[in-house]
């Protein structure tokens, strides 16, 4: 899809890779809805857009609200008329062994991370259906392609939960003229951490292992990342090659694979 000209929806979009990708279909020639929960930074990145020459809109959104994602809809469309591009961003990270996290911890990380980007398919693909002409985007990560550690099940459970519904949306959009792509990050410098839950285990427990043999890149890489796979209408962005033979491996022989990351894994605190 060529960028120039179309009206964007980010989820998430007030910082990291929704904000660098935000301005990077800013850059492009789109003019973009920002969704976030935090008002302030959606208005700093409202000014950016604006100070790149395209239009711009701010709208308070928790994506794990119905009423929510519909009011952004709303604005979205009374302002903009059409939305082209959906990019279906906003997540939160969970840490915690699965027997342990609370149930409203589960409904919380599936309500923002798997039923956030369902919510905005539900809002906003019936319009481009009707166009015949859109994009979605929606951001799982390398966590939805294999489980790297113990640490964070309830988050691999929804990562898992978007791929397999943005593969389901491309065999359904895409022979409607629907574009359809799934980004999963590895390691990305932004301030998801100050989002994150550690559940069901006392604070003083170290709960974390698996991702520090992998490198940390910019949300502006990814955001140039994104933005080029809605260009060609490429469906996997893996932010990461190095992760590419550790996804082979597993296709070979699933078993070996998993013996293999059990043994490099420290193993689990006992609680």
Known sequence: MDIEGTVAVVTGGASGIGRATALELARGGADVVIADVHDERSDEVVREIEALGRSALGVHCDVARDDDMERLARHALADFDRVDILFNNAGVPLLGPPERVPMEDWDWVLQVNLYGPIRGVRAFVPG????????????????????????????????????????????????????????????????????????????????????????????????????????????????????????????????????????????????
């Open 128 to 271: 481009m259906l009707e166009r015949g002409r859109g994009y979605v985007v929606n951001t799982a990560s390398i966590a939805g392609l294999f489980a790297y550690s113990w640490d964070s099940v309830p988050y691999i459970t929804s990562k898992f939960g978007v791929f397999g519904f943005s593969e389901g949306l491309a065999l359904y959009l895409r022979p409607q003229g629907v574009g359809v792509s799934v980004v999963c990050p590895g390691l990305v410098e932004t301030n998801l951490g100050e989002l994150a839950r550690l559940a069901g285990v006392d604070d003083a427990v170290e709960w974390s292992a698996g991702m520090e043999d992998f490198r940390p890149i910019g949300a502006d890489e990814v955001a140039r990342q994104v933005v080029d796979a809605i260009r060609a209408d490429r469906f996997l962005v893996l932010t990461h090659p190095e992760f590419a033979p550790l996804l082979q491996e597993r296709a070979q022989d699933h078993d070996a694979a998993l013996a293999a990351r059990i043994a490099r894994l420290p193993p689990p605190p006992r609680l």
